[in-house]
């Protein structure tokens, strides 16, 4: 079955970094698009960043462009989510998610995404 495992999260200091990586099993990987999510504590669920099959297109929420990198490898299965400059405003609980499709878009956040890892994490405070 489809499997989503998240990791890499934790407690750092604003300005700091962390790398998330999102373990996959029971698909073939190389041929769908994986997507990155956050949730905060009482806020609505946003999607952060997305890369498509061969890293042909990748999209940003406005708030992580320039601090955030999706990257993915094939050999591993595994989609990785570099977080740079973090700020308070960054911590969330972070989720990778796929619905089975290759590509990305403007409006792949709205997707209905039927795959989904349990989340890590990530708290960015002094």
């Known amino acids: 079955q489809v499997q989503l495992v998240e990791s890499g999260g934790g407690l750092v200091q604003p300005g700091e970094s962390l790398r998330l990586s999102c373990a996959t099993s029971?698909?073939?990987?190389?041929?769908?698009?994986i997507g990155w999510f956050r949730q905060a504590p009482g806020k609505e669920r946003e999607g952060v960043s997305c890369?498509?099959?061969?890293?042909?297109?990748?999209y940003y929420a406005d708030s992580v462009k320039g601090r955030f990198t999706i990257s993915r490898d094939n050999t591993k299965n595994t989609v990785y989510l570099q977080l740079n400059s973090l700020k308070p405003e960054d911590t969330a609980v972070y989720y990778c998610?796929?619905?089975?499709?290759?590509?990305?878009?403007?409006?792949?956040?709205?997707?209905?995404?039927?795959?989904w890892g349990q989340g890590t994490q990530v708290t960015v405070s002094s």
């Open positions: 998610a796929t619905d089975l499709t290759p590509f990305c878009d403007n409006t792949w956040y709205k997707r209905p995404y039927d795959y």
């Open positions: 029971g698909f073939t990987f190389d041929l769908y698009a």
């Open positions: 890369i498509s099959t061969a890293d042909i297109m990748t």
